[in-house]
């Protein structure tokens, strides 16, 4: 779904359908990365973190 250069934030997660309402965002750690993603949300779980940062991927708590 996301380009892997596209840093993925609450705005485009909410305009993919991914995501309603205006409230903050808590990334959970279900299923699997098979490339690197940049994710900026205002919470992530310990499992979503960590599966983001082994694919080589990074996260920014805004």
Excluded: D
Excluded at 3 to 10: D, G, Q, V, Y
Excluded at 33 to 62: D, T, Y
Aim: net charge positive.
């Amino acid at each position: 779904i996301f380009n892997r250069e596209k840093i993925i934030t609450p705005e485009i997660l909410r305009a993919s359908g991914l995501v309603k309402g205006r409230g903050k965002i808590k990334v959970l750690g279900r299923g699997r990365l098979s490339r690197p993603l940049r994710v900026k949300a205002h919470h992530f779980s310990k499992q979503a973190q960590e599966k983001i940062e082994e694919a080589k991927g990074e996260i920014e708590i805004i």
